[in-house]
Structure formats: C-alpha cells, structure tokens
C-alpha cells in the first residue's frame, strides 16, 4: 500500500478507528526539495580588493577564482557596504546594513535602531529560508554578526548561526582570529584546533576540510539533498598567515612597488576587460609615499609583507580547488550555484608603514619601522598578526580609490564572481550592470524559483530590499534594474543612482588633505557644512573609477543627490550620522551580565570574549588563585587574556610566581617572585596599581606597579612603565591554561596548571593589599 503523506497542519487524511485493523495510517510530509534542485556555495572573502585576484588582473596566482570566472561570470559593477559585519549581514538577508541594524562592527555599536548590532529576526536569512525547501545548510567560517557581548558560553544563542538557520556551523564568531591558533566554536561550543602549526595546521586547510566533511556526511545519506554552504575565509584579513613556502613563491616579484603593481593590473583589466577601454586610472593617493621615495630597507620589508599577503591569497585559492574538486569528482559541480565575494575593499588597517602586530593599530601604537625590520624573517608565522602598508591597500583596489571603511568604489567595490555550469551559458563574460550585495538573497531565490516566506518560525518578514540581477547572467546587454543605493560607513557617505554616483568623504578625501585621522566625530554644525561645501560627483557611468569631479558644473544634480541620500537614510535607519571611531568602540554597551566588580573563573571552562572579560586596562585590578601546589611542585598559567599580539599571563614556572604583560607584542613588562611556592594551599594574588594617567593619542595605556604576593604577603613588585591602552586582540580570556598563542614567548602553549586550580577571582573595585612591611621588603631586595 502506498504511504499516504499530508502537509502538516492540514486535516489528518487517514482514520483512526479503534484497533489499526480498522484505520489507515498517514504521515506528515517531510520538507523536501524540488528534484533537482542545484546546490548553493557562497565564498566570501575577506578585505580583499578589487584588484587583487588573478582574473581581475593581478599577477597573484588563483587558479582556482580564475577557473570559476572561466567557467561563469565576473561582475565589475558590484557593490558593497565597505566594512565586513554590515556586508555579511546583506549578503544573508537580502537587506540593507541599518536595517539589520549592522551600521558598522558590532564592536561599534551603538544605541540606536540601524546602529545597534542586532539584526532583528523579521529580516530572515538566506538559510532559514532554505531550510523550509529541503536544504542542509552550513556555516563555515567568519560570522561576526553576533552582538559582541553575546559572543559567550552564557549566550543568548539566538543570534549565532544555529539559531539563524544553519544546521552545522564550524568557525569563529568574532572578526579576525590567527590562522595558526584561531579562536573555534564548533556549533555552539568552542573547541581546540585538530592539530598545532608545527604539525602543519592552518585555518583555512580546516574550513575546506570541514565543508568537505559536512557536504559528504549529507550525501552519503541522502545524495539528492541539495545543500547550502556558507563559507567565509578568514583570509585574506590581518593577520596575513601564510606558509613560510607560499609566501616564498612571490619572492621579487613586488620589488617594483605599489605604484608599478597599480600600473600593470590596470592594463590587465583593461586588456581582460574588467574596466572599459576608456577608463582612467585614480590619482596617487596623498596618504601613500611614493615607493622610490621610501629607504632601501622599508622597501625590502614592503615588499616581504605583500609576498606574504600573495602567498596567503594563492594558499586560500590553493584549498578552494580541494572543494571545488570533491565536487567535481562527486558529480555535483556542474549543478552548484557558485558566488564568491569579498566583504569591502583592500584593508588599511597596517597603517602607513604596514605592522607586525595589527593590534598595534588598534591601540594607536604603531611600530617604528625597525622594529618591524628586524622580525622580517618571521612575517607570516606563528609568532606575529602582521598586516601590509598602505601603499598595498591602495594598490589593491586598482582601479579604484581608497580602501576599507571609506565609500568611494575603492571600498565599496569588489570582485564578484557567478559560476553555474548547468544553470549559465555563457562562459567567462563580464558583466557591467549596477548591483550591490543585497541583490545576492533575491537573485538566489530566483533562481531557484522560491518565494520569500511570509513568516519564519512565526515572524512576518520584512521587505527583501534587494533586486534581482538573475536576468542579467545569460544577457551582457540586460538593463540593470538596481537604479538606486546609498551608502554610509563611519560618517562617510555616498549614494549612486542611475549611472550617477556623489560621496561626501569623511573625515576629508584623504587623511593628509584632511588634517586629521580615522575616527573623528561629526557635530550637527559639522555636517551641514559638509553638506553645503563636501560633497564630490561622479559620472561612473562614463568615468568608472570616479577621477573627474563634477560638482561645480552640475549642481543641480548633486543637490538632488544629497537629497536622496537623506531620502533614503530616513527609510533605512541611517540616521544619525556618526563618524566616531573610538567613541563608539568605547561606548557603553549592553553586557553579557550585569557590571560587578568581582569576577570568578574555574579551569576548564570556556574562554572568555574580550567585550565580555572584566575591563582591566588602566585601572587598579586584582588577580587571585586559589590553588594548592603538590608536594613534586607544579607549574602553568592560572589566568592569561590575549595572545603574542598582545595580553597579559599569571602563571607559575620553575617553581615560582610570575606575571607578565605583554605591551602590543612589542615589550614585556614582568613581575617574578624570588622563591618557590612551597606546596600546599595558597592565595596567589597579582594586583594593578596605576601611577599615572594613560596617553592615549600615544598608544600608551597608564604605567603602574605590577605586584605579587603570596597569602596576603608581598613577594615581589616592579614598574610597567606602559600597558595596553584599549584593547587586546585577540583578546579572550582563559582560566587555567593559554591555548593558542602564547602571551609571553617562554611559556609554551596550552602549558595548563598541573597542581589543583579551584578558581581564580578578578577584582577591579580597585581594593588593593596595603603591607608597608611587604612593600619595604621588596623595595630593598630591589637595589
């Protein structure tokens, strides 16, 4: 007898009498795709610009990214938001970034509805919708769309990618994480790497291992289940970690300079024509040296930290072919939806001279050039969260002008490829039609003939902004239907309509013609005079890389621009308009718990996100374990927050109390008892007392002095003459070992404690231990 099914909720098709000799059975319908139905791969890759991949004309081997455009399309026209939370989040929900409420990082969040960091549920996901039509769906990768005080073993979990539609998830919550000792969470766990960099782990080797392995346990059960991937790189993003080989293979090849680079992958676009025939190249950028101009010694070490960068793309590209092949050799390639995108443009995050420790940007510290020069050889590795100058960033996004964070094209634009061999006739086109990233959800769901649902789980679903561009892939002359999209990142605006495009940098079109640097306020004052005097035009229509500004011959058309823009920002949050970059990183922020001013952590326990630790910088702190120490001795760390980029460590070795903090990787500021602790139980304290205030605009947290004692009685102090002045990054937090990078290069990793660690108490109420005896004790064993 065939098996009767119903659609649930319906009335129950079969009879239910009062044995089952006399009733007919009938099941539920479970959700099933259409036969047939193709798979879906998006690749998103991270701060990697418009002329960085081979097939956009850079000389950086991608076989694999130049191999799916050959086989498919490239668009040289599309657009996104210029930062990497408020595009992920369009490329999920098919909305724009202040209506998920992602204006920028979700470290940057701030109190307001487009600004806040949480994207609210009636703006669905690509894979909540899915997952109604019979789809696996899997998230691989970068995420960072999770409020940041949310990022904790204490959750909520709503907002993390199981509770968004995903089945499996396997990657990292925050927005960057080493390659070599990243920061994992295995669905809603967190978990150590498989394996060390000395036996040959990398991240991304990782996330192609675990793509393959979620597709392949799916199929091997149900090989007509069509699946969603979701994989996010963590490349090509600081930091820049590649295989010393890799990077290796570029040797020389970046000695001619940024703007050679530049000159040579604008005729290669020309030539494959990703950029018309008329375009013009954007100027020198004011904020970027010249390259002959640079001593013989920065260039040697520019040119090191791009190899790096090369290797870590082609590394990347390398282990998206391992993918792409299990697909072929499965059968499942030819009927995959393949789109691939970066989250902005080329990142600017190495600052001018490039950096060792992208923390140091973070903290306003930057290196001194020598400092970097001598960790040359090392670039790349374990040991560092290197990052490139400028000068690349700029190179990378030829043609256009700028970077990340800034909405002129050089930040807004990126390489986006479609490859849909059974879908797609036409082979290796470029296609010049207008879109942005929201148009990926509605082009998608075109193409697999799905309606955005009404409802999930409950929720009545807002408008998908976004237009579909599915017309345009087998059509090169197709009229592009996106006429309209503003822009706004940091204060810095732009809106294009059709075929027009007028920005209004902030803090100015370049740092030096602005006198000022990255994260400056606007004030109401401010911006009208921006509106009245700033704003630039550009015909991108004719002009694509925006070169010539018609503002002053067509003013009457860039005032109606500006007043679309404001048009626009009414109907999608967009107001206020704020182009802070410390404030709102350091603006108060809802919390994973209610403030205290104690905070108790046990071994064994899950790490702790730095925006949901205790903030101890610069302020008086105390740290305390209870620990009891075995008669043979022991030895490990008992609390450590950050990594070599940055952090600080309390741990015992060779039988004695140390603390260690770690100022932005680049000195170690350290405390040691003289004597063994004896064993049995003890009180293991470090305490923070400030002698001074912090320079801030130096990158100089406040000095201090660093203190150890021992059951109430000092042991041992010193002086930091500095501390980290605002964050650490990677920043989280671990009671009783430090897993990945160790904070202080003579401890190993995880070196857990080996004697008995109850629990470990830090206390910022600023109650520090007065012993005048203990203090003159130790002042003396000083001198």
């Known amino acids: 007898m065939a098996l009767t099914e119903y659609d649930p909720g319906s009335t129950f098709p079969g009879t239910a009498g009062r044995t089952t000799d006399e009733s007919s059975p009938a099941w539920p319908r479970p959700t099933r795709a259409v036969p047939g139905a193709p798979n879906v791969l998006t690749v998103v890759l991270d701060d990697t610009g418009f002329g960085q991949l081979g097939c956009y004309g850079s000389p950086i081997e991608t076989p694999t990214f130049d191999a799916l455009a050959a086989d498919g399309l490239r668009y040289n026209n599309m657009h996104t938001t210029a930062l990497c939370s408020p595009s992920r989040s369009c490329i999920l929900t098919g909305r724009n970034h202040h209506s998920n409420g992602m204006a920028c990082i979700t470290e940057f969040a701030t109190g307001f509805p487009g600004y806040d960091g949480v994207i609210p549920f009636e703006n669905g996901m690509l894979s909540e919708m899915l997952l109604g039509h019979g789809y696996n769906t899997f998230m691989v990768g970068k995420w960072h769309l999770t409020p940041s005080h949310q990022e904790t073993a204490a959750g909520p979990y709503d907002r993390w990618p199981l509770a968004r539609g995903f089945e499996r998830f396997y990657g990292f919550l925050g927005g960057d994480t080493s390659q070599w000792y990243p920061d994992l969470v295995y669905d809603n766990h967190q978990v150590e790497p498989p394996a060390t960099p000395e036996e040959g782990y990398h991240l991304t080797e990782d996330l192609v291992d675990r793509s ?230 509605p082009t998608l769901l075109d193409l697999l003939d799905i309606e955005p649902p009404a409802t999930i789980r409950g929720v009545t679903q807002s408008p998908i902004q976004g237009i579909s561009f599915a017309h345009t892939l087998d059509d090169a002359e197709a009229a592009t239907n996106h006429h309209t999209q503003y822009f706004e990142m940091l204060g810095h605006r732009s809106i294009y309509h059709d075929g027009w495009r007028a920005v209004c940098p902030w803090p100015g079109p370049s740092f030096a013609e602005a006198g000022v640097g990255f994260g400056q306020p606007i004030s109401a004052d401010r911006l009208s005079e921006l509106d009245a005097t700033a704003w630039e035009l550009y015909h991108v229509e004719k002009d694509f890389a925006e070169t010539h500004d018609l503002a002053g011959e067509h003013r009457d058309k860039l005032i109606a621009l500006i007043g679309l823009w404001y048009a626009e920002a009414g109907k999608y949050d967009v107001l206020p308009v704020d182009g802070s970059g410390l404030g709102r990183l350091m603006a108060e922020k809802p919390l994973a718990a209610v403030p205290r001013d104690r905070y108790v952590y046990r071994p064994g326990t899950q790490s702790v996100p730095f925006n949901a630790a205790p903030r101890v910088l610069s302020r008086p702190h105390s740290i305390t374990a209870k620990v009891e120490i075995p008669d043979e001795g022991a030895e490990g760390v008992l609390l450590c927050q950050g990594s070599a980029a940055g952090g600080y460590s309390l741990y015992v070795q060779d039988g004695r109390l140390h603390y260690v903090h770690n100022y932005v990787g680049r000195s170690l500021h350290k405390v040691s008892s003289p004597d063994p602790v004896p064993p049995g139980p003890h009180e293991l304290r470090f305490e923070f007392e400030p002698t001074g205030q912090p320079d801030l605009a130096r990158g100089l947290g406040a000095p201090g002095r660093i203190q150890l004692y021992v059951d109430g009685t000092l042991v041992a102090d010193a002086e930091a003459s500095t501390t980290t002045p605002f964050m650490l990054n990677p920043g989280a937090l671990t009671c009783g070992a430090n897993p990945g990078s160790p904070v202080t290069p003579d401890t190993p990793s995880p070196f857990r404690f080996t004697g008995i660690l109850h629990s470990v108490t830090v206390d910022v109420s600023g109650e520090l231990i007065t012993d005048p005896e203990g203090e003159l004790r130790a002042a003396m064993a000083r001198q």
């Open 212 to 441: 393959i392995e979620f597709i392949a346990d799916s199929k091997q059960i149900d090989p007509d289940k069509p699946f969603y991937l979701h994989l996010c790189f963590g490349a090509t993003h600081a930091p820049h970690h590649a295989p010393k080989e890799w990077a290796d293979k570029y040797a020389g090849r970046f000695d001619d300079g940024w703007e050679v680079y530049r000159e040579r992958v604008f005729a290669k676009q020309k030539e494959l024509g990703i950029v018309p025939a008329d375009a013009v190249l954007s100027r020198h950028d004011p904020d970027v040296p010249e390259w002959d101009a640079q001593p013989a010694e920065a260039r040697r070490l520019y040119s090191r930290m791009m190899e790096v960068f090369a290797g870590f793309l082609s590394h990347t590209d390398h282990h998206l072919g391992r993918l792409m092949e299990f697909l072929r050799e499965e059968g499942m390639l030819d009927n995959t939806i393949v789109m691939v995108i970066s989250d902005n443009g080329a990142s600017a995050e190495g600052g001018p001279t490039g950096t060792t420790n992208e923390a140091q940007f973070f903290n306003n510290a930057q290196e001194p050039l020598e400092d970097s020069l001598a960790l040359i050889d090392e670039i790349g590795g374990p040991k560092h969260f290197n990052h490139y100058p400028w000068g690349w960033t700029w190179a990378g996004n030829t043609p256009f002008r700028r970077w990340k964070r800034e909405t002129y094209r050089g930040g807004s634009s990126d390489p986006f490829i479609v490859s849909w061999p059974q879908g797609i006739r036409a082979r290796g086109e470029v296609r010049p039609q207008y879109a942005h990233i929201i148009d990926m959800v």
